[in-house]
């Protein structure tokens, strides 16, 4: 399944998604971060999480990447904590086992019905005399005189004295016999049974669509983690695999997918206009993996012949976005059989791309489903970012074909063996399906620095968690299962080499096929390859990974030079962004740590281990010491390092020398690293800017972004500061030259990450009112005025930073063409876009349309609207100055009370000072009935706190910095890009046609 790599890429590539799902709402409307990342400067903008509703609280960093998750921890490990459920007994007894299921499902998709009539047969294989037997069932209504057990060795009815109907409280089911069930016989279970076709986008749901103004309907699966329970009753666990036979019932004017393969249909004895579908047996699989599709959707094949067949089910009006997916999907799969060297086992793949859907994807074996924004995509009017969030998605459930569908999980506390490697592979099916994209080499920025953020709170947990309850197996799909879990098995590919690591997986996945597989088994494999191939260890590879999957967090890897010796004192401990004193945990936190290293002398690999028993070594002949030294090369492994004063200084002489002499994961690691470890004021300011000086030459992406969000929350504390001047002429110098590399004009020949990295050099560049990036910024939106429903003049992977640019440098025409265009064409990035003016009456009159109903915007995006302004260095005095002056008149508009406690949440974030803090205290204590118990106003206060101790810990340092280091003007000149002819084709608007071009004779081809 496909959930938190979704929110990942969404913030990294700005992913317009719908909103959160109906049945993860809360009840105050928060802005999920997909929504919050249509602004083209949430890359810029720490984000808003959701309040926690168990009365935890949680913890601001500077670090966005943390900010996003923390409530996630925090209110995963409070339910645990405040959970008496976990040691009820919600798994079942294991005395039968299933074999094969026969399930009939005819469902009713009609207003007024939605409801499925079922029969269901299980055969089972008795374990252990019983005479009750046990299964999963969650809104389900039983036909009790339907239910049957038969013996199948003697040919019997067993008597049935009793069924018993827990489905409320544990979602199981028992029926009770007269005579127990014997051991080593098979039994034959059967009932009738009514399931609800339901609208909470889990089991068999029910999902709409419109198409030429009439609404269409259709029921399909979502069963992971714990509901193919609420489609069927079933033995409801992971490891509890078997066989399913399944036949779909449905109007004719209506098609159904499944797993497998249909066999024949034929009609519905007494119900004209009705047939049943019979698919073929599936292989050996878990229940959460079974699927059924029924719609009126059309199936569209790939273009191109693969040994499996390809389909991509989509609503009609929509099957010309299938392409892209319908392309790279399989080559993704072809692309793993040769990897695992492991045929995909099954007859066909299905593709669906599902219109209510909870989840981004979801794995189901033969039939994976999608949100609609995950799977389709119009290649030439879309960005770069969607096109690689597309095949990134693809890849990651395909992998899953192996990693998750043929082994599979044992319980839900190791869902990492499913999740992580689906994360961890998505890497290099990428890079053989989309290499332009150097999707490895974007690992350290789309996950380890991610991750780096979630598990440095107190708040974390370890990745491999013990789990009973529904909502605690949930909440294990987040990011330490996807994202960590791909950290750590990229770390052991490192140490064990990646050949032999690869191997080592295939003879996993060849052990444990059609059955389970708990961690222990993964290590084995891999110890066993090894061993095979001479791998030398310090210890077994279990030994090394129990520290990482057993124990939550990560270390700090200090290094202090002996500039005498020439060796290193190199110590660990867990990093944590804040420690809290109240803090309880006594856990010692060590862990066996890879230490990779290499010096400016030889520039080779080396390794030596810190073991779990050790608090700290000393490695020996670290090379010359008049050169530098870094750990963790190429960043393969999950631990931050502080080094001394002298090396960070000869790092950075290194840095503005020849800065590629490091590999370019070790400068965005360099970067991170000392920017976040300044930040909580374990290394000194002077040494992450230092080395922040040589980004004048640094041309790359990664290091880049991996160091933009950093810089902008300095950025965001100097603002209107004295400093301020000095720090805009130190970060224009470092910005120019990257934007002069990258120019504003796009071409069709660019690299992928020449595309992203330009993004990221205009999104400063204009900012920092660099004057040919808001020249040629100003001049496309004045041709976008000029035409106003020409959509081919913006480039979609520019368009927010354009339209920003415009506003902020333009006058009440521009302003109002922006507002315009929102209202007409419900497209938000204009709204966005008007929200960054620069001048304050303006942002007043937004303010004001916003509280009136009949303004033309829209109550799902207030909540943009008002933390995009506050974020707005001029707009967040006024949206402050609006929500304490006109407290009334919100609270009497449109908006009642429901946003009082976001707008309060949104306006923190900029404020600094004692007199800001005080004014907000103020404001909570007036409102104290509605911000007073609210923990996402204390997370706001705690922000302005931790900011005004920022600043008087590094305000004066980094002023210090600035008026030595850096001179008073900017040094470097602008290269003005070649202008854009008036009326002639942008090379957008000339890619774009032939692309058009193209897709349209594709279609024709396909047809
Ligand atoms: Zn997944």
Redesign the pocket.
């Known amino acids: ?3 938190a ?1 979704m929110l990942t890429l969404a913030f990294l590539f700005q992913v317009k998604t719908s909103s959160v799902p109906k049945w993860q709402a809360s009840d105050d409307e928060y802005p999920s971060a997909l929504e919050l990342s249509e602004d083209g400067l949430s890359l810029m903008e720490p984000a808003i999480v959701p309040e926690p509703k168990d009365g935890s609280r949680w913890w601001y960093t500077p670090s966005r990447r943390a900010h996003v998750h923390s409530a996630k921890a925090k209110s995963r490990l409070m339910q645990k904590m405040m959970s008496n459920k976990v040691n009820e007994d919600l798994r079942l007894p294991g005395d039968v086992l299933p074999s094969i299921y026969s399930i009939r499902l005819l469902p009713f998709i009609e207003e007024g019905n939605f409801t499925t009539d079922g029969h269901i047969d299980i055969f089972v294989d008795c374990i252990r005399d019983t005479n009750s037997i046990s299964m999963n069932a969650a809104d389900i209504t039983f036909k009790s005189l339907s239910i049957t057990v038969l013996d199948l060795t003697t040919n019997s009815p067993l008597a049935i004295v009793d069924f018993v109907d827990e489905q409320v409280t544990r979602e199981i089911v028992t029926i009770k016999t007269a005579t127990p069930l014997t051991a080593g016989n098979r039994y034959k279970i059967s009932m009738d049974f009514t399931s609800i076709l339901n609208d909470e986008l889990r089991g068999f749901y029910r999902s709409s669509y419109m198409e030429n103004g009439v609404k269409k309907w259709l029921a399909v699966t979502q069963m992971e983690a714990p509901d193919a329970r609420r489609a069927f009753p079933c033995f409801d666990e992971p490891n509890m695999k078997a066989n399913f036979s399944i036949t779909l019932g449905r109007k004719t004017t209506m098609k159904t997918a499944s797993n497998m393969n249909i066999l024949s249909t034929n009609p519905i004895d007494g119900m004209p206009g009705y047939v049943w579908d019979y698919y073929a047996t599936s292989v050996t699989m878990s229940s959460y993996l079974v699927a059924f599709l029924v719609s009126e959707f059309e199936a569209v094949p790939t273009s191109t012949t693969h040994r499996v067949p390809f389909r991509l089910w989509v609503k009609p009006q929509s099957a010309h976005l299938a392409g892209y997916s319908l392309s790279v999907g399989p080559e993704l799969q072809e692309f793993f059989e040769r990897y695992f060297k492991i045929d995909y086992p099954l007859p066909k793949q299905d593709l669906a791309a599902i219109p209510d859907f909870a989840a981004g ?3 189901n074996w033969g039939l994976v489903t999608y949100r609609e924004s995950a799977l389709l995509i119009d290649v030439p009017r879309e960005s770069r970012g969607r096109r690689q969030s597309v095949a990134d998605i693809n890849a ?2 395909l ?2 074909q192996w990693f ?1 569908n043929l082994v599979t999980t044992d319980w839900w506390n190791t869902i990492w063996l ?2 992580g490697f ?2 961890y592979l998505e890497f290099p099916s990428m890079d053989a399906v989309e290499p332009d994209f150097r999707f490895t080499d974007q690992f350290v920025v789309i996950e380890l620095h991610y991750v780096f953020g979630v598990d440095a709170l107190e708040t974390s947990r370890p990745i491999n968690l013990p789990v009973t309850t529904n909502d605690e197996i949930n909440n294990m ?1 987040d990011a330490i299962s ?1 994202d960590k879990g791909s950290c750590i098995i990229r770390m052991a590919a490192d140490f064990i080499g990646l050949e032999t690591f690869t191997r080592g997986l295939t003879r996993y996945l060849n052990a444990r096929a059609y059955k389970n597989a708990v961690e222990d088994d993964l290590w084995l494999a891999l110890q066993q390859q090894s061993d095979e191939e001479g791998v030398s260890l310090p210890a077994t590879v279990k030994e090394i990974m129990d520290t990482w999957t057993l124990q939550m967090g990560f270390p700090l890897i200090n290094v202090t030079r002996d500039y005498n010796t020439g060796g290193a004192v190199v110590s660990q401990e867990r990093f944590l962004l804040r420690k809290d004193p109240g803090s309880t945990d006594t856990h010692v936190y060590r862990w066996w740590v890879p230490l990779t290293y290499t010096n400016g002398g030889s520039l080779v690999r080396q390794i030596q281990w810190l073991s779990k028993d050790q608090a700290s070594r000393t490695i020996s002949n670290l090379g010359a010491t008049d050169k530098w030294v870094i750990f963790n090369y190429d960043q393969q492994n999950l631990y931050r390092v502080a080094y001394d004063t002298e090396n960070y200084r000869l790092i950075a002489e290194q840095l503005m020398v020849d800065h590629t002499r490091f590999l370019d994961n070790n400068r965005a690691q360099l970067l991170d690293d000392t920017f976040v470890l300044a930040s909580v004021h374990l290394v000194p300011y002077k040494s992450a800017l230092d080395l922040s000086l040589y980004l004048k030459y640094e041309k790359e992406y990664v290091p880049w972004n991996a160091v933009l969000s950093e810089l902008n929350y300095i950025d965001s504390m100097l603002y209107n500061q004295p400093q301020f001047s000095q720090w805009t002429v130190h970060l224009t110098n470092l910005v120019t030259p990257y934007y002069n590399h990258h120019g504003f004009q796009e071409s069709t020949l660019d690299a992928h990450l020449t595309v992203f990295g330009r993004s990221d050099a205009m999104s400063w560049a204009c900012k920092l009112m660099v004057p040919d990036c808001v020249d040629n910024s100003k001049a496309k939106y004045a041709q976008q005025m000029a035409s106003p429903d020409n959509t081919t003049i913006l480039s979609p992977n520019q368009k927010s930073i354009i339209l920003r640019t415009g506003v902020e440098n333009g006058g009440q025409t521009e302003w109002d063409f922006a507002f315009n265009q929102y209202k007409s064409k419900y497209d938000t990035s204009y709204l966005i876009a008007a929200t960054k003016s620069r001048d304050t009456s303006r942002l007043n009159t937004l303010l004001e349309r916003m509280i009136d109903s009949q303004s033309g915007i829209r109550l799902s995006e207030v909540n943009t609207l008002f933390n995009n302004v506050a974020s707005n260095p001029v707009g967040n005095p006024v949206a402050t100055d609006f929500l304490v002056n006109r407290w009334t008149d919100i609270e009497q508009s449109w908006l009642g009370t429901n946003y009082f406690i976001n707008f309060f949440r949104y306006v923190c974030n900029r404020q600094n000072t004692q007199a800001q803090l005080d004014r907000l205290l103020q404001l909570r204590t007036d409102h104290s009935d509605i911000l007073g118990n609210s923990k996402t106003v204390q997370q706001g206060i705690d922000v302005v706190v931790e900011n005004i101790k920022w600043m008087e810990l590094h305000q004066e340092e980094i002023g210090n910095w600035l008026s030595v280091s850096v001179p008073t003007t900017t040094t470097t000149t602008t290269t003005p890009s070649p202008p854009v002819p008036a009326g002639s084709p942008s090379v957008y608007q000339t890619s774009a046609i032939l692309i058009l071009v193209f897709c349209f004779l594709g279609l024709f081809i396909m047809h």
């Open positions: 399944m496909r959930l790599l994807a979801m794995e990651h459930e992998a899953h998750g499913n999740e689906a994360t799909f996807y």
